[in-house]
């Protein structure tokens, strides 16, 4: 199934770029958007300021009521879109570029700070916009839950690394 989706998005990503070319030899005079370029500086999409996992850069502290483990969390997010192409296709302007972030979380009240957890993902966004319709496709990810086991591990007294 995970094979189709991969095949699918590579597709799409080849027929809007075949459509913008064929686009871009068919008219001249143009204007800086209407031409294919790479590594545009334009964004067809504005970053959702609620979604928590957009990439973005932020710190924020966190405090936990009723929790038995966390009371005081720094929790952290690093992370950009990257545009890397952008054209023009079947009326309209697409782009498509690598979305990079990490999302991690520290508790406080430990003496090291201590990492609770962190997660990493990598995208591949496309967007299309015509006038009012705006379509955005990511194919994410790739997350590592490994490290986190790493990190626990190195934080661990050497007595009780022989138990993980």
């Known amino acids: 199934m995970k094979r189709n989706n991969l095949i699918f998005f590579i597709a799409v990503i080849l027929i809007l770029f075949a459509v913008s070319h064929a686009e871009a030899g068919n008219s001249s005079g143009k204007t800086d958007n209407d031409k ?11 970053p959702l300021m609620a979604d928590p996992r957009w990439p973005h850069f932020s710190v924020a502290y966190q405090s936990y009521i009723n929790d038995d483990e966390l009371k005081n969390v720094g929790a952290t997010s690093f992370g950009e879109t990257f545009p890397l192409y952008s054209g023009n296709a079947f009326g309209g302007r697409w782009i498509t570029g690598i979305q990079a972030a990490v999302f991690a979380f520290f508790n406080l009240d430990a003496d090291s700070m201590d990492l609770i957890n962190a997660d990493y993902w990598v995208g591949i966004p496309v967007a299309y916009r015509k006038d009012n319709l705006f379509l ?5 990810r790739f997350n590592d839950v490994s490290l986190n086991i790493i990190m626990i591990y190195w934080c661990l007294p050497p007595d009780y690394r022989e138990f993980i």
């Open 136 to 140: 955005l496709f990511i194919k994410t």
């Open 36 to 46: 294919n370029i790479i590594l545009p500086d334009e964004t067809l999409f504005d």
